[in-house]
């Protein structure tokens, strides 16, 4: 662990701006940098810390994701508000041309889409496999965050590589939760 890592991990902002100047904003060992760290760990207090002394709000790591893609992967809504705030690029897209939405909806995190959404995400933008963010929301069983981005306007019937649309993902998990009998009655 760098000297750097280890002042955000103690909570240690405050070196921040000495230390931002000598910190490149990639790496070419895909590490993450500082500002990724603290979106992992939701630390949006350092986020702001981090952008004020110079940090690059989309500088990207490893798989080309950014500390907004982090955060919305994690489900920290406020750190997420921070990135976007502090410039972050709400429908930058990472090696698999998923963007933050795509990240939270596959892991369920309605109130971070809802924020993602509210600054103008794309909720029809389609990954490396034709996916949609509603895509991942049914494949996954999130039916709260898929209600969300069907309120936004997603398209139920986005068609992606296997011929897929969501409302396929969404009951394919309705015949799951119905049971070895799928919701037939005896």
Known sequence: MSEIHYFNENGRTDAAPIMVANVPNTNPRKEDTLLQRACWDGRSYAVRDLVEAGADPNAIGYNRNTGLHIACERGHTDTARAMISSGAQVNAANILRRMSLHEACKNGH???AHALIASG???NACDSRQQTPLHLAFLYGHTDTAQALLAA???PNAV???HLTPMHYASQHEQADAGPDCG???
Do not use: K, L
């Open 110 to 112: 309605t109130d971070t």
């Open 121 to 123: 995400a794309y909720v």
């Open 153 to 155: 306007g997603a398209d």
């Open 160 to 162: 992606d590589m296997f």
């Open 184 to 186: 037939r009655s005896r």
